[in-house]
């Protein structure tokens, strides 16, 4: 194991997470280990490979979303099967890491092991078989390893055309579309549930919005009640009731932040449009009687 920061090639990190895919670590380690290890990883490409990544343990539990002792099982799994340098912390000082690969991983290929690559890799040998002038791709389709040498223009490939990408990936691009082509939200549809809250919701804007997170909430008859009642409650606090209305909030945000569940404070009794004590413009207006 070395003990000093190795130097890292450009996009070490996409080409590590890859490995650990192709070599199913997963299997060995753990998932919980290879997540571990793919925090670590992509923190040393966030600091450009400029050095080793410190964690105090809680703070890396935290974000691998583990409880402190299943974080440090799962480093020492990544540890012991050769993934991961680490050097434990003192009082006052973070631990340090970096990622390794294990010595009988060295060398072993991190191209895309999905099978429609590998069949694209057949094809590509296939004709290269049929192209005198061209020298033949040299491939291992049973490893995913595929290197070509030389090709001339005049063949044609299965692959996609491709971008250079910072990843380094054979991800495709589609250039069918241009930018101007850009797929639109479709339009939610107004049910009758949806269309009964917002008739009782005193501020009607955004309106898109508001179907759509009716229609994530889903919500059964009873809630549905639950909502309404929750409005004409809300509607008659004084926050709901100043300024206009200001304070209202739009209603995606109120069925979102689950707010039918605040607690408003002090709530006027129903204003009417005969109760001049009790209606001013602000509360008749809230209640839609203005």
Not at 96 to 101: D, F, K, L, N, P
Not at 251 to 270: C, F, H, K, M, S
């Given at each position: 194991m070395?003990?000093t920061?190795?130097?890292?090639p450009?996009?070490?990190?996409?080409?590590?997470?890859?490995?650990?895919?192709?070599?199913?670590?997963g299997?060995r380690?753990?998932?919980?280990?290879?997540?571990l290890?793919?925090?670590i990883?992509?923190?040393?490409d966030?600091k450009?490979?400029?050095?080793?990544?410190?964690?105090?343990?809680?703070?890396?539990?935290?974000q691998?979303?583990f409880?402190?002792?299943s974080?440090?099982?799962?480093?020492?799994?990544?540890a012991?099967?050769?993934?991961?340098?680490?050097?434990?912390g003192?009082?006052?000082?973070?631990?340090?890491?970096?990622?390794?690969?294990?010595?009988?991983?060295?060398g072993?290929?991190?191209?895309?092991s999905?099978?429609d690559?590998?069949q694209?890799l057949?094809?590509v040998?296939?004709q290269?078989?049929q192209?005198?002038?061209?020298?033949r791709?040299?491939?291992?389709v049973e490893?995913?390893?595929?290197?070509?040498h030389?090709?001339?223009?005049?063949?044609s490939?299965?692959?996609?055309?491709e971008?250079?990408?910072?990843?380094?990936s054979?991800?495709?691009?589609?250039?069918t579309?241009?930018?101007?082509?850009?797929?639109k939200?479709?339009?939610?549809?107004?049910?009758?549930?949806?269309?009964?809250?917002?008739?009782?919701?005193?501020?009607?804007?955004?309106?898109?919005?508001?179907?759509?997170?009716?229609h994530?909430?889903?919500p059964?008859?009873e809630?549905?009640?639950?909502?309404?009642?929750?409005?004409?409650?809300?509607?008659?606090?004084?926050k709901?009731?100043?300024?206009?209305?200001?304070?209202?909030?739009?209603?995606a945000?109120?069925?979102?932040g689950?707010?039918?569940?605040?607690?408003?404070?002090?709530?006027q009794?129903p204003?009417?449009?005969?109760?001049p004590n009790?209606?001013?413009?602000?509360?008749?207006?809230?209640?839609?009687?203005?």
């Amino acid at each position: 194991m070395i003990d000093t920061y190795p130097r890292r090639p450009s996009h070490f990190a996409h080409r590590f997470i890859r490995l650990m895919a192709r070599t199913c670590a997963g299997n060995r380690i753990g998932p919980d280990a290879c997540w571990l290890l793919t925090i670590i990883v992509m923190t040393e490409d966030a600091k450009r490979y400029s050095g080793p990544v410190s964690f105090y343990s809680t703070n890396l539990a935290d974000q691998c979303g583990f409880s402190r002792s299943s974080m440090e099982r799962a480093r020492d799994r990544a540890a012991s099967a050769g993934w991961l340098h680490y050097t434990p912390g003192t009082k006052g000082r973070a631990a340090m890491y970096w990622v390794t690969i294990p010595p009988e991983e060295e060398g072993k290929p991190d191209g895309p092991s999905d099978d429609d690559s590998v069949q694209m890799l057949r094809q590509v040998d296939a004709q290269s078989e049929q192209q005198p002038n061209s020298i033949r791709a040299q491939s291992d389709v049973e490893s995913g390893q595929h290197v070509t040498h030389s090709l001339t223009s005049s063949s044609s490939s299965p692959f996609p055309k491709e971008d250079a990408t910072r990843s380094g990936s054979l991800d495709p691009v589609d250039r069918t579309k241009s930018a101007k082509q850009k797929t639109k939200k479709p339009k939610a549809d107004e049910s009758e549930a949806f269309l009964t809250f917002w008739a009782a919701y005193p501020k009607r804007e955004a309106k898109q919005d508001a179907i759509r997170a009716f229609h994530k909430l889903n919500p059964s008859p009873e809630l549905l009640a639950v909502l309404l009642a929750a409005i004409d409650r809300q509607r008659r606090s004084s926050k709901w009731m100043s300024d206009n209305g200001k304070y209202i909030t739009h209603a995606a945000t109120w069925l979102n932040g689950r707010r039918w569940e605040d607690d408003v404070g002090p709530i006027q009794p129903p204003p009417t449009a005969t109760n001049p004590n009790n209606a001013t413009p602000a509360a008749l207006r809230a209640n839609g009687l203005l």
